[in-house]
Structure formats: C-alpha cells, structure tokens
Nanobody, 121 residues
C-alpha cells in the first residue's frame, strides 16, 4: 500500500513561518491530487489546500495569501509553506493523497498521521 509521513511541525510565534512536508512511499503506481487538512482541538477536520497532478492549487479562504502548497513528483512529496502564522492556525496537520497503488492498481485516498503545529507566544 501507500504510506505517508508528515514532518516539519513545531512551536512558532505568531507571525512566524513553518514548512511542512509529507512524503509518500510504498507500492505507488501514480499519485494524483495531494491535499493538506488540519484539525484543531474540539473541532472537525478541515480542508486547507489542494494541488493537482498538473500543479493547479486551491486554498481555504482562511489561509489564502499566507500558505503555499507545492509538490515534488520525483520525491512523491507535498509541501505546505505557512507564513504569517496566527494562533488560530494551531492544529494537527494531515496530508492526504489520491493515489493508485502498484499492487492491484486500485485508486483511493491515503492519509498520514499528522504533524502538530502550535502558534503561540
């Protein structure tokens, strides 16, 4: 199957920046769209950003202009550059990929386990 590992989270002051990474590994035939989601304590998981296989990007209004999603297809990795961070950005950040696995060529979504981002002074 496909495994996802996020990294890059941590504690940052308001106004600061972080760059998250999510690397996919395993039996991968192809990766289609890649996504970032987040879940704050006591809240539902929410979508943050998407990047398609041809590089088109979309963002939630709450992060537009501050966050940038990108991908390196050679490394099967998606990134989230987060700038001008606010306390309300504090959450567990998850990546999701829409991928076709190389074992039985089935296509579905795969999720990582998350990386914690805390924005606090």
């Amino acid at each position: 199957q496909v495994q996802l590992v996020e990294s890059g989270g941590g504690l940052v002051q308001p106004g600061g920046s972080l760059r998250l990474s999510c690397a996919a590994s395993g039996s991968i035939f192809s990766i289609h769209a890649m996504y970032w989601y987040r879940q704050a304590p006591g809240k539902q998981r929410e979508w943050v950003a998407t990047i398609t296989s041809d590089g088109r990007t979309t963002y939630a209004d709450s992060v537009k202009g501050r966050f940038t999603i990108s991908r390196d297809n050679g490394k099967n990795t998606v990134y989230l550059q987060m700038n001008i961070l606010k306390p309300e950005d504090t959450a567990l950040y998850y990546c999701k990929v829409d991928a076709t696995n190389g074992i039985n060529l089935s296509r579905r979504d795969f999720w990582g386990r998350g990386t914690q981002v805390t924005v606090s002074s």
